[in-house]
């Protein structure tokens, strides 16, 4: 069974840099899709993105500030998101997605969550 | 963006009652719909895939149908457990979207 834990800031200001960490643990990193889905504060989820050998997918709201990079050797998978606003304010989730379909997209295990505030 | 509307937003439902929450999408999905259930304070949990694949662990009281842009969660009786927010989500395009949920109460 597959866990991944998110780590990172929890407060950080506008404009900045979010950063963030999932350690997987329990197998390889390498074979499947790894992805970040967020949540704001009593709102619904959005995926922000994911990473699949060397290839990655992002959501083109996003898509100008997001990068999901891989670091197999600590089977850890980041998140950048640039230029933050009060409105990137969310519970972040990294996540992977099945291989099955090739494409990805079912979700089928979660990190806990980390909530992310953007305050000056 | 294919946009995924649930409804109804809020459910208010006794133990013991059949439950259904429908799910439309925006353009066809060609089945690739999933089902997820989340409580307060923690993560989704994945509980149907491909519109009707129960996935392992989760009771027989959950069932998936629909095809094309209309799809169905249906709870034949309800447990206490099971009060939570349910999501629908599609993956058949770029980017992955969700329905906005529906919460499913006590009455």
């Known amino acids: 069974q597959v866990q991944l834990r998110e780590s990172g800031p929890g407060l950080i200001k506008p404009s900045e840099t979010l950063s963030l960490t999932c350690t997987v643990s329990?197998?390889?990193?390498?074979?499947?899709?790894w992805t970040w889905i967020r949540q704001p504060p009593g709102k619904g989820l959005e995926w922000i993105g994911h990473?699949?050998?060397?290839?990655?997918d992002y959501n083109p709201s996003l898509k100008s500030r997001v990068t999901i990079s891989v670091d197999t050797f600590k089977n850890q998978f980041s998140l950048k998101l640039s230029s933050v606003t009060a409105a990137d304010t969310a519970v972040y989730y990294c996540a992977r997605e099945s291989v099955e379909p090739a494409a990805g997209g079912l979700v089928d295990s979660w990190g806990q969550g980390i909530l992310v505030t953007v305050s000056s | 963006d294919i946009q995924m509307t649930q409804s109804p937003s809020t459910l208010s439902a006794s133990v013991g009652d059949r439950v259904t929450i429908t799910c439309r999408a925006s353009?066809?999905?060609?089945?690739?719909l999933a089902w997820y259930q989340q409580k307060p304070g923690k993560a989704p949990k994945l509980l149907i895939s491909?519109?009707?694949n129960l996935e392992s662990g989760v009771p027989l009281r959950f069932s998936g149908s629909g095809s094309g842009t209309d799809f169905t969660l249906t709870i034949s009786s309800l447990q206490p457990d099971d009060f939570a927010t349910y999501y629908c989500q599609q993956y058949s395009t770029y980017p992955w979207t969700f329905g906005q949920g529906t919460k499913v109460e006590i009455k």
């Open positions: 491909k519109v009707s």
């Open positions: 353009q066809s999905l060609s089945g690739w």
């Open positions: 329990s197998g390889s990193i390498r074979n499947y899709y």
């Open positions: 990473y699949y050998r060397a290839t990655t």
